[in-house]
C-alpha cells in the first residue's frame, strides 16, 4: 500500500477539478482504502483530490503581475508601420488605414493575451461556477509551470471567440463546457471517507454497549425498588421473566410515540433550514416542538381530568422499560437496513467504518427521512424528552398516594421543577438543536435511538423514581441554596448556547459586536471572549452544575441518585475529547491558537 504524502492539517496547493489552477487548501483527512485527499478551499469548499492533483507549496514560482496591453516598443513598432513614407500625405487615407491596422494590431494583442493567460507558469482569473474565489491579497490562484498546455476544452473556449461560428453553436459549447465541468466535480465528491478513527472501544466496544447499556438501564430501575438500594446488595433480586413484558403496556408505548409523531406533522410553527450537509444541501425543519408540548400536557390534564390512574406508569415502569428497549432494537434494525441503500452523500462521516456492528451502533446514515418526516429529528427531542416530563409527574403522584399525602414532597416538586425547565428551555430553543453533533455528524443508529427513547425517559427520571420509595425531607433553606444552584448551571448554559448559535446565525449581528474570534480556513470564527473565552466547553460545565442540583434534593443515604451525576460528568467528557479531536481536524491551526488562548476545557483552573 502506497504510504501517505501529506499530513492531516498540511497546507499545500490543490487542482481545482476541470481546470488548471492550483489553490491553496489544507489537507482534512486522507481515504487509505480509495487513496483520495480530503482537503478544504479557503471559501469552505470541501473536494477528494488525488495525490498527483495536490503539490507542495515549494514547487510554485512567486506569481508575476503582467499588463494585457502591448509593451512600449510593440506599441512604437505598429506606429511605424502603419505609415509607409512613401504613401501621400492625406489625412483622410492615412486616418483609415490607421484605424484599421490598429484595430488589427489590437485584437492579435487581445487574443495574445487571451492566450497567455492559460499558461501554467502565469496567472489565470477566470472564474467558473462553483470555483473559489481568486484574490489578488490571499494569492490563492498560482499555477504550476510544469504542467504543458494541452488542447482541451479552455483553450478550445478562448479559440472561439474568434471563429466565424454562429452564436448559437457557441451557446451550445459552453453549456457542454460548463456540464462537463459540473459532472466532474460531481464525481468527485461523490467518494465518501471511510471512519477511521472508531469511538467507544471499536468493535468490541460497541457490541459489548450494545448489551451492557440495557442491562445498566434495568439495574438501576431494580437497585430503586429495593428497600436497602445499597451497592453492596448486588445483584438485586432479578424479577421473572415473565413479568416484563405485558402486551398491553407495549401497545401504550406505542400510542404515545405515534401521538408525538402526529404533533410532529402538524403545520404548525416556522419552516428553517439546517446546517449545509457535505454535498451543500440543507434539509428544512418544522420548528414546533414547544405547540407538541403544550397539546401533549392538555392531553395528560384530559386524563387526569376523567380520573385516570397516571401512577399506572410507576406500576409497570420495568414493562414500559422492556418495551421501549424492544422498540429501539427494532427501530435499529429498520435503521440500518436501510441505510444499506442510502445515497453516498447523506451517509454518516461518523458512522462509513465498514464494519456492521460498529455502523448499526453509530448509525450509518445521516438524516433518515420517509418523506418530509425526519425520524433522528423527531426522536431526539419528542417521545424520549416530554416522557421524561410526563414520567415525573406520575412519580409525584405515585408518591403522594402511596404514603397519603395531600401534597408532594419539598424534594419531589424540586426534582420535578428542575428538570421540568430544563425540557421546556430545550423545546423553547428547538431550532439550537440543528447546530448539535447529534444532527450534524452523528447518523440514526442504536447508540441515538437506545439514548433518545430508553436512556433519557428512564433513566434521567431516576431521582424522582428513587423518592418515591425512599421519600427525604429537606428545609426550606437547604431547598433555597439548592434552587440558586440550578439557576446559575442554568445561567452558564443558556447563556452559553445562546452566545455559540447566535454568532453560528449571524457573524455580522450588531449585538454580538463585542465578541472577539479567531478566523478559520473553513470560513467560521473560534470565539475568544464571553463564554466561549473562559472554557472550551461552557455549556457542559451549566449540565454539570444543573445534574448537581437535580440529585442533591435526594440526600446523601445513597450514591445511587447521584449515578447520573457520574454518568454526566463521564459522557461530557467523553464528548468533549470527541469535540477537541473534531475541531483539530477541523480547524487546524486555528484550533491550537484557540487551545493556548482558552486553556481549561470545562472547569476552570481544573481541567
Known amino acids: 500500500m502506497p504510504s501517505r504524502r501529506f499530513a492531516d492539517g498540511e497546507v499545500v496547493m490543490g487542482r481545482w477539478p476541470g481546470s488548471v489552477l492550483y ?33 507542495s507549496q515549494s514547487s510554485f514560482k512567486p506569481r508575476k503581475s503582467q499588463s494585457s496591453s502591448s509593451s512600449p516598443s510593440r506599441r512604437s513598432s505598429s506606429r511605424s508601420r502603419s505609415r509607409s513614407p512613401g504613401r501621400p500625405a492625406k489625412g483622410r487615407r492615412r486616418s483609415s488605414s490607421q484605424s484599421r491596422e490598429h484595430k488589427d494590431d489590437k485584437k492579435k494583442t487581445i487574443q495574445e493575451t487571451n492566450l497567455a493567460l492559460l499558461k501554467p507558469s502565469e496567472n489565470n482569473t477566470s472564474r467558473y461556477n462553483g470555483e473559489p474565489e481568486s484574490t489578488e491579497k490571499n494569492d490563492m490562484s498560482c499555477i504550476t509551470s510544469e504542467q504543458k498546455l ?24 459552453e453549456e457542454i463546457y460548463s456540464e462537463k465541468k459540473i459532472f466532474e466535480t460531481k464525481t468527485i465528491e461523490k467518494v465518501p471517507s471511510k471512519t477511521k478513527d472508531l469511538e467507544f472501544g471499536g468493535r468490541i466496544g460497541t457490541f459489548t ?77 418544522r420548528i414546533n416542538g414547544f405547540y407538541a408540548f403544550i397539546l401533549t400536557a392538555a392531553a395528560v390534564g384530559t386524563l387526569l381530568y376523567f380520573q385516570f390512574e397516571l401512577h399506572y406508569l410507576y406500576d409497570h415502569f420495568m414493562q414500559f422499560a422492556v418495551s421501549a428497549a424492544i422498540f429501539s432494537m427494532g427501530l435499529s434494525i429498520y435503521l440500518y437496513i436501510r441505510s444499506l441503500k442510502a445515497p453516498e452523500e447523506e451517509i454518516a462521516p461518523g458512522g462509513n467504518s465498514g464494519y456492521l456492528i460498529y455502523d448499526f451502533f453509530a448509525g450509518h446514515e445521516l438524516n433518515p427521512r420517509i418523506g418530509s418526516f425526519d425520524l433522528k429529528y423527531f426522536c431526539e427531542l419528542r417521545p424520549g424528552l416530554m416522557g421524561w416530563v410526563v414520567i415525573n409527574l406520575a412519580m409525584l403522584l405515585a408518591e403522594m398516594k402511596i404514603h397519603n399525602q395531600s401534597m408532594p414532597s419539598l424534594s419531589m416538586v424540586l426534582v420535578n421543577s428542575f428538570q421540568l425547565l430544563y425540557v421546556v428551555d430545550a423545546l423553547w430553543n428547538e431550532e439550537a438543536v440543528l447546530t448539535t453533533m447529534d444532527i450534524t455528524h452523528d447518523g440514526f443508529g442504536f447508540m441515538l435511538a437506545f439514548g433518545d427513547l430508553v436512556w433519557v425517559p428512564f433513566v434521567y427520571s431516576l431521582q424522582a423514581f428513587y423518592l418515591v420509595g425512599h421519600p427525604t425531607a429537606i428545609s426550606w433553606p437547604v431547598a433555597a441554596a439548592i434552587t440558586i444552584l440550578n439557576c446559575v448551571g442554568y445561567y452558564i448554559f443558556r447563556s452559553a448556547n445562546s452566545q455559540k448559535n447566535n454568532f453560528r446565525r449571524n ?80 480547524y487546524g491551526l486555528a484550533w491550537e491558537r484557540y487551545c493556548q488562548r482558552v486553556p481549561y476545557r470545562i472547569f476552570p483552573y481544573i481541567y
Not at 165 to 171: M, P, V
Open 23 to 55: 489553490y491553496e487548501v489544507q489537507v482534512t483527512s486522507y481515504d487509505d482504502v480509495s487513496h483520495l485527499y480530503t482537503v478544504k478551499y479557503k471559501d469552505g469548499t470541501e473536494l477528494a483530490l488525488k495525490e498527483s492533483d495536490i503539490r
Open 150 to 173: 494541452k488542447p482541451d476544452m479552455q483553450l478550445e473556449r478562448v479559440l472561439e471567440q474568434y471563429t466565424l461560428r454562429s452564436r448559437k453553436e457557441e451557446k451550445k459549447k
Open 209 to 285: 454497549l450494545i448489551f451492557f447499556l440495557p442491562a445498566t438501564v434495568f439495574y438501576l430501575l431494580l437497585m430503586c425498588k429495593q428497600d436497602d438500594p445499597s451497592l453492596m446488595n448486588f445483584p438485586p433480586p432479578l424479577p421473572a421473566l415473565e413479568s416484563l413484558w405485558e402486551a398491553r403496556v407495549f401497545g401504550v408505548f406505542l400510542l404515545w410515540f405515534f401521538l408525538q409523531a402526529l404533533f410532529y406533522l402538524l403545520p404548525v410553527g416556522k419552516v428553517v433550514e439546517g446546517l449545509p450537509l457535505s454535498n451543500g444541501r440543507k434539509l428544512q425543519y
Open 507 to 586: 457573524p455580522s449581528d450588531p449585538k454580538l459586536a463585542y465578541l472577539k474570534f479567531i478566523p478559520t480556513a473553513t470560513g467560521k470564527g473560534l470565539l475568544v471572549t464571553g463564554w466561549w473565552g473562559f472554557v472550551r466547553h461552557p455549556n457542559y460545565l451549566g449540565d454539570i452544575i444543573m445534574a448537581l442540583a437535580w440529585s442533591l434534593p435526594c440526600g446523601f443515604n445513597h450514591i445511587l441518585p447521584y449515578f447520573y451525576v457520574i454518568y454526566f460528568i463521564c459522557l461530557l467528557v467523553h464528548r468533549e475529547a470527541r469535540d477537541e479531536h473534531h475541531c483539530k481536524q477541523k
